[in-house]
């Protein structure tokens, strides 16, 4: 049989063969908003992201007599403007697919400055070649992400090394002592935990994502899984609370940063979950946060902006971001 050749796409300009998949059409792409910036055109990114999980935008071809492929086709060829964020959610999303065995057909954008930040986020070593395998490595210059992968239960030693390796490379570059950094490390560990709680999946697939700037780090949490409103109605279901009557979803999100609800984890250093996060937020630990689970977004330092999105628009999982001052910059 004639060996099938394989090209891996770099930039927009190039054309992608993969192995055995067919002859690629436009048409099949499912391709991201010009403005790909989720914090400020959320929207059109979480509208995005849904047509690329949609299991409906997943193709099956046959490789040979005994072998099958399934791939998604995606484009960001039209991109011009880029943020963490959408970067973050984007390579989760790539990482959930690559352990599933799906095969994401990319490109990149025609913007050379959207394509240095996806280059320094690291995102390109999180998608694989047509074979499953890791391209080669490159360097993140301004970022590092980094993936936790959960089945059921504690956090592994290794994982936790994992944590404390980046947290403490975060507290070295603003400046801070090792009570920061424990702190830092309780926080994510609660956020962590809440992953487990609230996912509902099965790879419990968290990312976290940092971009060194001067004087600040800005920090990404990542879970694709059920998203916490929704893991909330369906206890609701189970048990009746008072706290659910007459509650919009915003108002819901709200109360969850504000009671404890019952843990199914075990983690030595988790205290009140959600609520700790927001406590972290209020005594000026971190600043500037944001949550999107669902069909809401909360903005702690901006309750107007808080909303509910459109019908059509939702988020299965959650997503946090936030930001830590230099210890000079307080």
């Known amino acids: 049989?004639?060996?099938?050749?394989?090209?891996?796409?770099?930039?927009?300009?190039?054309?992608?063969?993969?192995?055995?998949?067919?002859?690629?059409?436009?048409?099949?792409?499912?391709?991201?908003?010009?403005?790909?910036?989720?914090?400020?055109?959320?929207?059109?990114?979480?509208?995005?992201?849904?047509?690329?999980?949609?299991?409906?935008?997943?193709?099956?071809?046959?490789?040979?007599?005994?072998?099958?492929?399934?791939?998604?086709?995606?484009?960001?060829?039209?991109?011009?403007?880029?943020?963490?964020?959408?970067?973050?959610?984007?390579?989760?999303?790539?990482?959930?697919?690559?352990?599933?065995?799906?095969?994401?057909?990319?490109?990149?954008?025609?913007?050379?400055?959207?394509?240095?930040r996806l280059m320094e986020s690291g995102y390109i070593n999180h998608i694989t070649d047509p074979n499953?395998?890791?391209?080669?490595?490159?360097?993140?210059?301004?970022?590092?992400?980094?993936?936790?992968?959960?089945?059921?239960?504690?956090?592994?030693?290794?994982?936790?090394s994992k944590i404390s390796k980046i947290l403490k490379t975060?507290?070295?570059?603003?400046?801070?002592?090792?009570?920061?950094?424990?702190?830092?490390?309780?926080?994510v560990l609660e956020i962590c935990g809440n992953s487990i709680e609230w996912s509902g999946s099965y790879s419990k697939l968290w990312l976290m994502g940092v971009n060194y700037r001067p004087d600040m780090v800005y920090c990404t949490l990542t879970d694709i899984g059920n998203g916490i409103l929704e893991t909330l109605h369906i206890k609701a279901k189970q048990k009746t609370w008072d706290f659910f009557h007459g509650k919009s979803n915003?108002?819901?999100?709200?109360?969850?940063?504000?009671?404890?609800?019952g843990s199914t984890t075990r983690e030595p250093n988790r205290n009140n979950g959600l609520p700790h996060v927001k406590y972290c937020f209020e005594t000026n630990f971190i600043q500037n946060l944001k949550v999107i689970t669902n069909d809401v977004i909360l903005d702690f330092n901006s309750p107007d902006a808080c909303c509910r999105f459109g019908e059509g628009t939702n988020f299965k999982g959650t997503f946090y971001q936030w930001e830590l001052k230099a210890a000079n910059n307080q």
């Not at 005994?66 to 791939?71: F, G, H, I, Q």
């Not at 709200?254 to 404890?260: I, L, M, S, T, V």
């Open 132 to 160: 499953g395998k890791k391209l080669p490595y490159f360097g993140a210059s301004g970022s590092d992400i980094f993936k936790l992968e959960k089945g059921t239960g504690a956090l592994t030693d290794s994982e936790h």
């Open 250 to 261: 915003i108002q819901i999100l709200e109360g969850a940063f504000e009671r404890k609800y």
């Open 1 to 116: 049989m004639r060996r099938l050749r394989k090209r891996i796409k770099l930039n927009s300009g190039q054309e992608t063969e993969m192995n055995g998949l067919p002859k690629v059409d436009e048409k099949d792409f499912v391709f991201a908003p010009e403005d790909f910036r989720l914090i400020t055109n959320t929207d059109e990114c979480l509208k995005f992201f849904l047509r690329l999980r949609d299991a409906d935008n997943i193709k099956l071809v046959r490789t040979s007599q005994s072998n099958k492929r399934r791939y998604i086709r995606m484009s960001l060829k039209k991109v011009n403007q880029i943020d963490d964020a959408a970067i973050s959610i984007l390579t989760a999303i790539s990482e959930d697919y690559r352990l599933g065995g799906v095969i994401l057909h990319g490109d990149f954008t025609n913007n050379n400055e959207c394509n240095t």
């Open 170 to 187: 975060i507290t070295a570059r603003l400046g801070y002592d090792n009570i920061f950094f424990k702190r830092l490390k309780t926080l």
